[in-house]
């Protein structure tokens, strides 16, 4: 099977006039020069400076929006989940599996059990085989977890306008980071490769709703 390899947040950072084309589109035609941008948010991922790149944004010192964000997730999602998903229909593998981050690896649920379905041994095999493979889901999980943060923190202000007292508003962002921040999985299914963090931030901000 050939490796789908597609583009990535580097392929961005290599080529800005592809930077600027693609994203302008996927930002709903957006005419903001991002590549610079887009090089400081790579930087930001690796180093887990979440909150200073969302301050950037929020005070519009960055061209990066957070729709451009969500975008950029759902682009660079189709090739993994295309990926993965021929894979696993090779394989005969059915029904949903989860591929989680251990010790900085990407594995299969299962594939290291004992009597372990050999179709979920070879699915793991060949995600551990494929290197690109693994940095695209890297890439996708620290995108989204980005994204899901920026948005939680955009629906702190809904809850304080709506009476969300201080002190609740600190432990309402504390434990939606800590959750945001270790899920670190996926779901694959007939129905693609899933990010277990998206939506998750409109999750948590409808129960704080519910309980104010």
């Not at 059990?113 to 889901?137: F, H, I, M, S, T």
């Amino acid at each position: 099977m050939q490796i789908q390899t597609g583009s990535t947040l580097f392929d961005y950072l290599d080529d800005p006039g592809k930077a600027s084309q693609t994203l302008q589109k996927l930002a709903e035609n957006q005419h903001k020069p991002v590549a610079q941008d887009l090089a400081g948010l790579q930087q930001d991922l690796d180093d887990n400076r979440l909150d200073y790149t969302l301050e950037k944004i929020e005070s519009g010192e960055s061209s990066i929006s957070l729709q451009t964000l969500d975008n950029m997730i759902a682009f660079h999602s189709r090739p993994a989940s295309e990926d993965l998903g021929e894979m696993a229909e090779r394989l005969g593998i059915k029904g949903e599996v989860a591929i989680s981050l251990v010790d900085g690896k990407w594995q299969v649920e299962g594939a290291d059990a004992e009597g372990a379905d050999p179709a979920v041994v070879r699915l793991q095999q060949y995600l551990d085989a494929n290197q690109d493979l693994q940095k695209r889901l890297d890439q996708l999980n620290r995108l989204s977890e980005f994204y899901e943060w920026g948005k939680t923190r955009e629906y702190a202000t809904e809850l304080k306008t709506a009476g969300m007292g201080e002190s609740q508003l600190v432990d309402y962002l504390k434990a939606s980071r800590e959750h945001l921040l270790g899920l670190d999985s996926f779901s694959l299914s007939s129905d693609g490769l899933s990010l277990q963090s998206r939506g998750q931030a409109e999750s948590l901000y409808n129960q704080a709703r519910e309980d104010l």
